[in-house]
């Protein structure tokens, strides 16, 4: 389904809640936890007709406070009614809303922020105390969803009443290629980018993310990841807010996502492999069925195949389970579902060969390329591999963001621009293209181990040691300088065990090693308590902090 925008000539994301309030009125756009009483979880609603009510009214009201069009906001709500009234008002102001994970850590968020330079900051009272404490921006215009501590500004209820001076219609006439918003990555594998996206990359990621898979007005949808949760008033789908903290995924309380799930007969999950994992383990023991659940959507990192099998016996006949491939500079880019992970796909996977991540979704255009470390400006020069040769993916198509915020140097690195001036974005990412058009991920092209005769990627070497019943995940790590380094495994397991049984597991894993090519060089293994993970989905390993823990512990 297109998006019906305000005027052929204009471009604004908000528009399609305008567009559902005209369609879906009086039906419930969002169901939002209010706190607990008595042990219950309690939730109120409001309506897609109030809910679009209620931007315009923050809109008109950021008009008049002279945050509109083009002006830079940092937003650091928590998820809730304002965290989506808010958001959708600042696109129809035409402002230009900043998000940063505040879980990376006070420092890289300074530097964020500062990268970002904001103009006004939006956020939860906690928020404007960090940013008076630590010194995150200077004085800007400010607006504070709860209590206002002595810092000035707005409250979001003054914003409202300051809205009621402005008549006009709260919905700026941007155009497609306008800056629609600055997303920071979770800076995983280096320091966070503010990846630039225009008002035509999330009209496309809505159109594309409901081509693929089958989303439809009126499905309930949990969203366990906040900025993800934007889309479903686009979509047409009623959120449903789980209560939990979104920094940390990996700890959401099974129970009370289940309990949600079926209060509110939830058709679609959205959520990272490691909340997933938790949530189906939880099921698999307490043999829980969701007959509402029709669909569930991972992203973030390759989700196991054990997590996909739990979940799908908790699942109806016809319901789907889809792992999402991309990135924030590109999404969707190729996708794949339970149905096509079989055992066939599962045991190449267990040898070796890589993780599965489906076919490209339309209309994107995937390349596989040969691995540098260094700009590749134009594709004058180089060679596409042929089907089955791992090199670096890289990716056009409807969503592919063009540039990094204030980093000209790393969006040189990040994309190439072809003859026909499409650019392209280099995933940083190593696979191949199987011969029925299957696209295999590898591993994380920063995070290969070069030897002097051969290279090791992260997820094809890793899954071949994952399949020991005791191993919760292993990491792969380099040590010493590239061309010449020496490969160590780090072993994180299911749980604690004794020195005796580590030593029977190491003994084990070893032998695994012995009985494949591309792992006959892992001699060095380590046990480590628990991975670093990153922030937004608790699921991306941190290797360039493992390898330097590695060196110590070897040392």
Not at 16 to 43: E, M, W
Not at 85 to 101: E, H, N, S, T
Not at 121 to 141: D, N, S
Not at 297 to 321: C, D, F, H, K, N
């Amino acid at each position: 389904m297109k998006l019906e925008l305000q005027q052929p000539e204009s471009c604004n994301i908000a528009a399609a809640l305008v567009s559902q309030a005209d369609r879906q009125g009086s039906n419930i756009a969002l169901h939002y936890p209010t706190g607990k009483r008595s042990g219950q979880l309690q939730y109120a609603s409001i309506s897609y007709a109030d809910l679009n009510e209620l931007s315009d009214g923050y809109a008109r009201g950021f008009i008049e406070y002279g945050i509109g069009r083009g002006t830079r906001t940092a937003l650091m709500l928590t998820p809730g009614l304002d965290f989506f009234a808010l958001f959708f008002a600042l696109f129809k102001a035409g402002a230009i809303p900043v998000l940063i994970d505040p879980g990376i850590g006070t420092r890289p968020l300074k530097t964020c922020l500062a990268e970002a330079s904001p103009e006004a900051f939006i956020g939860v009272t906690r928020a404007h105390v960090a940013r008076k404490v630590l010194g995150w921006v200077p004085e800007v215009k400010l607006v504070t969803s709860g209590p206002r501590l002595g810092w000035g500004g707005l409250s979001t209820r003054q914003l409202l009443k300051l809205g009621q001076k402005n008549s006009a219609v709260a919905l700026a006439a941007t155009q497609a290629d306008e800056i629609a918003a600055i997303l920071f990555t979770s800076g995983s594998t280096g320091i966070p980018k503010g990846v630039v996206y225009r008002h035509r990359h999330f009209v496309a990621q809505v159109e594309m993310l409901q081509a693929a898979f089958d989303i439809r007005e009126g499905e309930v949808d949990l969203p366990t990841f906040p900025p993800f949760a934007l889309f479903d008033p686009a979509m047409g789908m009623t959120t449903v807010v789980p209560f939990m903290d979104p920094t940390r995924p990996a700890k959401a309380d099974p129970r009370l996502l289940v309990q949600t799930i079926e209060r509110f007969s939830v058709s679609n999950i959205f959520g990272s492999p490691a909340l997933l994992n938790v949530l189906g383990r939880y099921m698999e023991a307490e043999k829980i069925h969701l007959p509402s659940v029709r669909r569930v959507i991972s992203a973030g990192a390759a989700m196991p195949v054990s997590t996909v099998r739990r979940l799908q016996a908790a699942l109806p006949t016809g319901a789907e389970i889809f792992t999402p491939y991309g990135a924030t500079e590109c999404l969707p880019v190729a996708s794949v579902s339970g149905t096509e992970l079989n055992r066939e796909v599962e045991q190449r996977t267990a040898s070796g060969e890589g993780t599965c991540v489906g076919r490209p979704v339309a209309p994107n255009k995937i390349r596989i390329i040969p691995v540098t470390d260094t700009e590749v400006a134009t594709f004058e020069g180089s060679v596409e591999l042929p089907v089955g040769i791992t090199g670096e993916i890289v990716v056009h198509g409807p969503t592919t963001t063009d540039t990094y915020w204030q980093h000209p140097d790393k969006t040189q690195l990040a994309k190439i621009t072809d003859t026909d001036g499409l650019v392209w974005h280099r995933m940083g990412d190593a696979g191949y293209f199987d011969t029925h058009g299957y696209l295999w991920y590898c591993g994380r092209t920063s995070q290969r181990v070069r030897m002097a005769d051969q290279v090791l990627y992260a997820d094809q070497v890793e899954a071949i040691f994952n399949t020991h019943p005791e191993v919760f995940r292993t990491a792969v790590v380099g040590l010493g300088e590239a061309g010449c380094q020496q490969p160590v495994l780090c072993v994180e397991l299911l749980v604690k065990a004794s020195r005796q049984r580590r030593e029977r597991i190491r003994t084990d894993l070893l032998q695994i090693a012995r009985n494949h090519a591309a792992t006959t060089a892992i001699q060095q293994l380590i046990f480590h308590k628990s991975f670093p993970v990153d922030i937004r989905h608790n699921a991306k390993i941190g290797r360039e902090k493992l390898a330097r823990w590695a060196e110590k512990q070897l040392a």
